[in-house]
């Protein structure tokens, strides 16, 4: 079942294996987190998200923030679609966790007529302390990573 976090609470802690190693939330502690949520390794949109914030990497860490992505694709297929563009974020598998349910992100999809569950694009900045700072639900992907990258810069 997903919950529905909102801005003030503490973000769930995780434990997930990623990409370049396993990734854990409360390893960041001190750091501003971007932890966004995509459906699906090697997509256009999901691409483009991640080209977004590998282009934006410098900036991010000067404001410093962590950017990591979650996906329920497996932690193989990260360090596929990490190597295809040169990605720079950390890429977390939930392939066998109920993360992306508590983080709200698991929501009834529909297309061509068809009802589905899967990921909804959504981005969450979390402080140094683990609290849910700002939300971004339904993101579109044009103009997503300079806002994030605002918000991030905000909290410094």
């Known amino acids: 079942m997903s919950v529905e976090l909102k801005v003030g609470d503490h973000a769930p802690d995780f434990e997930l294996p990623g990409a370049d190693g396993p990734i854990n939330l409360s390893a960041f502690r001190g750091q501003t987190v971007v932890l966004y949520f995509y459906p ?8 483009a998200e991640a ?3 590998t282009a934006a990497a410098d900036d991010f860490a ?3 923030a962590v ?4 996906s329920k694709d497996s932690a193989a297929s990260h360090q596929k679609f990490k190597a ?3 990605l720079s974020p950390l890429l977390a598998s939930a392939k066998d966790d109920d993360m992306v349910e508590r983080y709200g992100a698991w929501v009834e999809k529909s297309m061509y007529g068809r009802k589905y569950m ?3 694009r959504v981005t969450y900045l979390i402080d140094g302390v683990g609290a849910v700072r700002r939300i971004w639900r339904k993101v579109k992907v ?14 410094t």
């Not at 699906?40 to 691409?47: E, M």
């Not at 950017?67 to 979650?70: I, K, P, Q, S, W």
């Not at 044009?142 to 909290?155: F, I, S, W």
């Open 84 to 86: 295809k563009y040169g």
């Open 51 to 53: 080209q977004g914030f």
């Open 142 to 155: 044009p103009g997503h990573v300079a806002e994030v990258l605002a918000a991030a810069k905000a909290l």
């Open 67 to 70: 950017v990591v992505g979650v």
């Open 62 to 64: 000067a404001a410093g």
């Open 118 to 120: 899967g990921i909804e």
């Open 40 to 47: 699906k390794d090697d997509t256009s949109g999901c691409t």
